[in-house]
């Protein structure tokens, strides 16, 4: 019995240390997410691709960032993070003008809260589970 209680400890202190860990990320790229917002919201729409270049640069865990405008339509660039599985971006491009608002990620984007945030199953962008903002 002595051993089980360990490994229940164990493991309960693993879980515990992970949801810590994935809080801390998720906090960290909401600051960095709302700074990129408040400076997209400074400069003009000509400014916006060095803006999510500049996004990309700071977080390692980016798979791929694009603007969205409320109907689903893309407004800026695709930029592929360090994340990226460059080969799922050369099968699924999107461009300036892409509709969006079928899929998943737009209508908890497009819900109307602050802070939304989704898990996406894997496709041929990314080879894992990804989260989005």
């Known amino acids: 019995k002595s051993k089980v209680n360990r490994i229940s400890r164990s493991v309960n202190g693993d879980m515990k240390l992970k949801s810590e ?15 990129t917002m408040t400076r997209l919201q400074q400069e003009g729409d000509g400014d916006m691709n060095r803006v999510l270049e500049e996004l990309v640069k ?3 865990s980016i798979v791929s960032v694009y603007i969205l405008d409320s109907s689903g339509k893309q407004r800026s660039k695709r930029l592929a993070g360090k994340a990226a599985d460059t080969f799922g971006l050369r099968v699924l491009p999107s461009a300036v003008g892409s509709d969006h608002s079928a899929q998943d990620y ?14 996406h199953s894997p496709d041929a962008l990314c080879s894992e589970k990804y989260n989005f903002l």
């Open 21 to 35: 860990n994935d809080r801390e990320k998720f906090r960290d790229s909401h600051l960095l997410l709302k700074s």
């Open 58 to 60: 700071k977080n390692d």
């Open 106 to 119: 737009f209508t908890h984007l497009n819900s109307g809260f602050e802070k939304s945030a989704g898990e």
